[in-house]
């Protein structure tokens, strides 16, 4: 089969091929530009993946082009860039698992060298070669992919749901008074930059502007280059500062990673860790959020303990990718895909969402998926996400801290109401109004509480139990704590508290020993020994 891509015949000129249809830097005829409907297709009927079709309706689109070409697409990038969109479930893993033929180093394209697609390209921090494992392959990929998956596997995994608890008890806070939020401006965009700047050693750099930052870069849009520009400033500071000071933080183990990774490799490396951690699980949280408020079966099961929150943050994985396309891949030589003839140096884009929703692999789509973890959702290959339990822990950890402390939440609006914003790479939610009965603020603390009380005096607080479970009986977690067990994180020096074994399993001594015998307390006292066991297990 033909690629649409390839040069008519008699269309060379000294060597170089014709400019792909609708090449912004040759320009385009009025005639071509008349072609350009407002139905989202461009010059000879290919399909755009930016403006107001694929804003509106991505998966649409999808499924539209699925009908037109099949599992894979001939699509246009940012100014009528061409590509091909890779629809197919198994043929987006062959293409990941393959790099022998398609290859991550985007060197390879084409259409950087004949400046279709110019440094100033809306989608350059995307697609801009940089010295990480991400665009490489091979031995290189290996040494560079070792130093961050090693990096990576130094998180302490109850440190991290220490972290997530507590900053999700503070954005809580800040308005659990009022009786009404945006779940997505007031908690979802916030909670993973809180822990990831945690976890790289720069909680003092959070705020607002790294966050709008982070989202904008990834875009497209007039601004992506200058907000990639600020979050390296960061980036860069904080490596000349472990290089000083080393601590125990994500960035003190690349720096110092026997991969000898240079200051350059380095702050790239944490853009890398930190976007693609912020911006998924930012995502994440947004739609399963909304799944909860909107499908009452997915919250009778989840209330009614028939569905746990790591199955409901896998369902969202099948439904709601966090990225619905990487770009990209580029073609090593001439090759076949999915019945369509691919040339050296064209450009391939991994179809997340697309493949998920692949009727050979997915007929009924509105099966649930429990259990089943064959998703695109992190992509696939050596080059698949090496930090997904870093989301999937700030997911469902932070959901469960937020559902605990507001268990009545309601959707403010009609579920059509909803808005969406749509990139090439993402479907972003833009906010999830909610009421629910205002609440006083915690402290932050402590464990959280669903109804909190009065504040007990000091000798009562108990933050973990000093018994570890008795025998081989694991403690029961709730909805959330189960499946973030493997999940990554960074516990901070003053956090631990040393677990003394006590001689018997009192109850006294299970809930921690003090000066002074408490007074008697209303409720089931075995109950109240097993909750904070569970408390104990899931890290707070």
Sequence with gaps: MTSPFSPPSGSHDHGHPAPPPGCPVHGRTPEAQAQAGADGTAVNGLRRLYGPEAERDPMGLYEKLR?????????????????????????????????????????????????????????????????????ADGAEHERLRGAVTDSIARIDHRGVRRHINRYSNRLVNEFCQDGRADLVGRFAEHLPMMVMAQILGMPEEYNDRLVQAARDMIKGTETANESNEYVMAVLRRLVARRRAVPEEDFATWLTRHPAGLTDDEVGQHLRLVLIAAYETTANLIAHVLRMVLTDPRFRARLSGGHMTLPEAVEQTLWDEPPFTTILGRWAVGDTELGGRRIKAGDALIVGIAAANADPVVRPDRSASMRGNRAHLAFSGGPHECPGQDIGRAIADTGIDALLLRLPDL?????????????????????????????????????????????????????????????????????????????????????????????????????????SAVPPARPGNPPLRVWRAVARWWRGY
């Design 67 to 135: 009908a037109e070409h099949g599992s894979v697409a001939p699509v246009l990038l940012h100014g009528d860039v061409p590509a091909w969109l890779v629809l197919g479930h198994s043929e987006n893993l062959h293409m990941t698992r393959t790099p022998s033929q398609f290859s991550r180093d985007s060197r390879r394209w084409r259409a950087q060298h004949d400046g279709t697609a110019p440094p100033d390209h809306p989608l350059a921090p995307v697609f801009t070669w940089q010295p990480i494992c991400v665009f």
């Design 410 to 514: 309601q959707l403010a609006v009609a579920e059509h109401e909803l808005r969406y914003s749509a990139a090439l790479m993402s479907r972003q939610l833009l906010e999830l109004p909610v009421t629910f009965a205002p609440r006083q603020p915690q402290d932050v603390s402590g464990p959280p509480n669903a109804v909190p009380g009065p504040r007990r005096p000091q000798w009562q607080q108990v933050d973990s139990p000093s018994v570890e479970p008795v025998g081989s009986v694991e403690p029961v977690a709730s909805a959330g704590a189960a499946g973030s067990a493997g999940a990554s994180g960074v516990a901070g020096p003053d956090e631990e508290r040393p677990r003394q074994p006590a001689a018997a399993p009192e109850i006294p001594a299970a809930v921690g020993a003090v």
